[in-house]
């Protein structure tokens, strides 16, 4: 991350900070870990919302 300014996602809030690689690592690390809870998203998709600390995924 220190190698970066900025980046810029392909999708979502632009430019998001170098900061935000460790909070995906994170969170990542507790989906993998089943420490996080399954939560609907904000529209109809046939998938879950998992999300930590400003970080999340959708499975």
Known sequence: KDAFDVIYPAHG?????????????????KLRAGALSPQE???????KMYIHD???FYV
């Not at 809030?13 to 935000?20: K, R, V």
């Not at 690689?21 to 994170?26: E, N, R, V, W, Y």
């Not at 998203?41 to 998938?47: D, H, I, K, L, V």
């Open 13 to 29: 809030t632009l430019p998001l900070p170098p900061e935000q690689i460790d909070k995906l690592i994170a969170a990542g690390e």
């Open 41 to 47: 998203p904000p529209f109809p998709m046939p998938a």
């Open 54 to 56: 400003g970080a999340g």
